[in-house]
């Protein structure tokens, strides 16, 4: 295979994003995973979805390269590593999907983590408090020959910070629910 057979496989165009094949790779591992599918071909699907991304990770930009060095990536990787990603891939497939959402291959596939959407929430957090402590101040201690802040300004920063604020409470309350889900406690 190519690494154009990959993504089409993981029903992606050419040059997609990292966050792209994550989230096309889980959509496909959920998808085919012999655990939820139980056709005949879901195994080998799950298999070739989890070797498509495991080549497509492990070799993300290298197509940017001179041809010789992307073919000899291409010839390693058919020696090596689809073997191995075989193997791991049919011991994923044999486990049950509860078990393979547990593994670190499917946890490398979060867009976004626990710390990720802390660190929104305290950067939207501190644009708030800057912003009124910032338009406070200015009301207070206007410089010489200077405007005073303007009531727009402060609305739209104001405003920039609690939107953030919002979505990054939202994204918590949602990983908090789904990290339950994981592990059992809310069915």
């Not at 090596?80 to 193997?87: G, K, L």
């Not at 710390?115 to 708030?128: D, G, K, M, Y």
């Not at 206007?142 to 604020?165: C, H, K, Q, R, W």
């Amino acid at each position: 295979m190519t690494s154009s057979d990959y993504y089409r496989l993981l029903g992606l165009e050419a040059g997609a994003s990292i966050d792209e094949i994550k989230k096309a790779y889980r959509l496909k591992a959920r998808m085919y995973h012999p655990d939820i599918n139980h056709a005949p071909d879901a195994k080998e699907m799950f298999i070739q979805a989890t070797e498509a991304y495991e080549f497509l990770i492990a070799h993300y930009g290298m197509d940017e390269y001179d041809e010789e060095v992307y073919r000899q990536a291409m010839e390693n990787w058919r020696r090596y590593r689809q073997d191995m990603a075989r193997r791991r891939a049919n011991a994923y497939a044999r486990a049950s999907y509860a078990r393979f959402q547990k593994t670190r291959l499917y946890k490398t596939t979060r867009i976004l983590d626990g710390t990720t959407i802390i660190f929104a929430t305290t950067i939207s957090v501190i644009i708030v408090l800057y912003t009124i402590i910032g338009y406070i101040y200015r009301l207070n201690h206007p410089l010489p020959d200077a405007e005073n802040p303007t009531v727009i300004v402060f609305l739209v920063l104001l405003s920039v910070g609690m939107i953030l604020f919002i979505a990054s409470i939202v994204f918590l309350k949602s990983y908090i629910e789904s990290s339950r889900k994981r592990r059992g406690k809310v069915k």
